[in-house]
């Protein structure tokens, strides 16, 4: 079994609409992200969480929010989606204590907001 | 602050061929670094990862990495290329000693495998 999952894998919207991409992990980290993919961009952040009470923006968290319901699970919402939030969208989870910070991936959720 | 660039935005080389992605990162303390591999449809993958403790690095799948202090470079290789090798290639940097353990990524190389 996948030790980080996503869901929706794809995801079709409307301009205006709320949307909501989960996330999900059995590696027991306390640390999550958020990224979103775009060709010639490489990952950019969204947001990261250190544990449930803590919070933190990332380079470019206008026009998204995140909710930390448990250590295991962080979601990525879009309040009113618009086109150019169209993008490959990629949760992930490190281990403060393991050395190098590195990160575990989702496999991704590919929104396209029409 | 830290930065990474990687020169090429797509490199195509001959099966068999030996494979050499380039990355040069910036940065104003100790980094961490790492090469992650992404196959169509999949998340990130590490490859392999720089810590310290030695300067060419080992990981999966055949590649390696050096890390060469002076030259601000990670560059990654593998002697011959397979057909499975064919992916995108993030390079990324964080920093020793971050309590944000924020990772910053590179823009990514495509790698093409001619038969």
């Known amino acids: 079994d996948a030790d980080v999952t996503q869901t929706p894998r794809n995801r079709i919207t409307k301009t205006g609409k709320r949307i909501m991409l989960e996330c999900s992990q059995t590696k027991g980290h306390d640390r999550m992200y958020w990224y979103r993919q775009d060709p010639g961009l490489g990952l950019r952040l969204i947001y990261y969480s250190f544990d449930v009470k803590d919070i933190n923006k990332g380079e470019i968290s206008d026009g998204y929010s995140v909710s930390r319901q448990a250590q295991a699970k962080f979601s990525l919402s879009l309040e009113s989606a618009i086109p150019n939030q169209t993008a490959l969208y990629f949760c992930?989870?490190?281990?403060?204590?393991?050395?190098?910070?590195?990160?575990?991936f989702g496999p991704g959720t590919r929104l396209t907001v029409l | 602050a830290q930065s990474v660039t990687q020169l090429g935005s797509h490199v195509s080389v001959s099966e068999g061929a030996l494979v050499l992605l380039r990355c040069n990162y910036s940065?104003?303390?100790?980094?961490?670094l790492f090469w992650y591999v992404q196959y169509p449809n999949q998340g990130l993958q590490l490859l392999l990862k720089y810590t310290s403790a030695a300067t060419l690095v080992k990981g999966i799948n055949g590649f390696e990495a050096e890390f060469k202090k002076s030259e601000t470079s990670f560059h990654l290789t593998k002697p011959s290329a397979h057909m499975s090798d064919a992916a995108e290639y993030f390079c990324a940097v964080s920093a020793v000693y971050s309590s944000a353990s924020k990772i910053i990524f590179g823009s990514g190389t495509r790698l093409s495998i001619r038969p």
């Open positions: 992930a989870t490190s281990d403060p204590w393991r050395e190098g910070y590195e990160q575990f």
């Open positions: 940065s104003s303390v100790p980094p961490y």
